[in-house]
Every structure is written in structure tokens, then in C-alpha cells.
């Protein structure tokens, strides 16, 4: 075989060894993001009321939260999980809807947010609870209201 066939031959296995990599990787990520996401939803009961909501335990799943999503359902939140207790300071970016931040420490609603809005232009204001949190929940904007939630609501966490 001449050195050209050889560099056609070698530069052909390469292109198909890429073409193969690149459709079979994102499907692979997008069955295994599917799956985790499925796997990581609980229910969160506040007071009387009951929300389904995804998890985000890990640093990356809580940067990025609900940024980006087009809306929330009445009856779904995100349940954000720490493994300590601490103040905790969010912001809305690549937020499109409102919502409802719900602060919640040893089992306890200790603080609401309520109807924080849409950012406008580059503002990007904070949100801190007054005190300690293990976990955060967010929710539609106007659910804390609608269902009576105030401080000192039990909330009971089941599933995984």
C-alpha cells in the first residue's frame, strides 16, 4: 500500500472511530441524566401540603437549580439538600418564572421568600435566610400563600 492509500486509510478509521463517539456519548449522558433525575425525587410534605420535588444534593445540581426551565407545576418544587447548617444565599440566574423560596432547618420551616420575580436586565439580587438551613425548597411563586405555609411548619421529607 502506498503512504497516501496509508494516511486515506488511517484518516477514514479515524472519522468513523469520531462519528461513533460523538451520536453514542451524548445519548448515553442523556439516558444516564434521565435516570438520575427520575432516581432523585421526594416527596416534601410542609404543614398539611404535599410537593413532589427533584433533588439537588451535589454543588453543580444546586448552582444550577431550576435556571433555565420554562416553568414549575403547581405541586413540584426542587428540594436543595446540605450536609450542614448554615445561611444560605441564593440568586435567581437563568431563572423564567418566579418563585417562592422556602428555608428549612432540622425538619423546620424557618423562613420564606416569597414571589421572588423574573431578574430584570443584570440585576441579580440575593437571597439569604435569617438563619441556619439544611435545606431549601422552591416552589411556585404564590404556593407558600396558597397553602397556609408560615414559620415553624413541620416539613417531613420521604423517598429518594
Known amino acids: 500500500m502506498s503512504p497516501g492509500a496509508i494516511r ?8 468513523a472511530l469520531a ?13 444516564e441524566q434521565t435516570a438520575t433525575e427520575k432516581a432523585a425525587t421526594v416527596s416534601v410534605r ?8 427533584d433533588v439537588a444534593e451535589t454543588a453543580a445540581a444546586r448552582e444550577r437549580g431550576l435556571s433555565g426551565r420554562p416553568r414549575l407545576a403547581e405541586g ?36 420564606i421568600e416569597r414571589d421572588a420575580p423574573v431578574p430584570q436586565g443584570g440585576d ?8 441556619p438551613a439544611d435545606h431549601v425548597l422552591e416552589v411556585p411563586a404564590g404556593w407558600a400563600g396558597r397553602h397556609g405555609v408560615v414559620r415553624g411548619a413541620r416539613v417531613v421529607i420521604e423517598g429518594g
Open 8 to 15: 486515506i486509510a488511517v484518516a477514514l478509521a479515524a472519522l
Open 19 to 31: 462519528a461513533c463517539g460523538s451520536s453514542s456519548a451524548p445519548e448515553k449522558a442523556a439516558t
Open 46 to 53: 410542609v404543614g398539611g401540603t404535599e410537593v413532589r420535588a
Open 76 to 111: 413540584r418544587g426542587m428540594l436543595f439538600v446540605y450536609p450542614d447548617h448554615a445561611v444560605r444565599t441564593y440568586w435567581m440566574k437563568g431563572m423564567r418564572f418566579p418563585i417562592d423560596i422556602v428555608w428549612i432547618d432540622e425538619g423546620e420551616v424557618t423562613g
Open 124 to 131: 441579580l439580587p440575593l437571597y439569604s435566610s435569617r438563619s
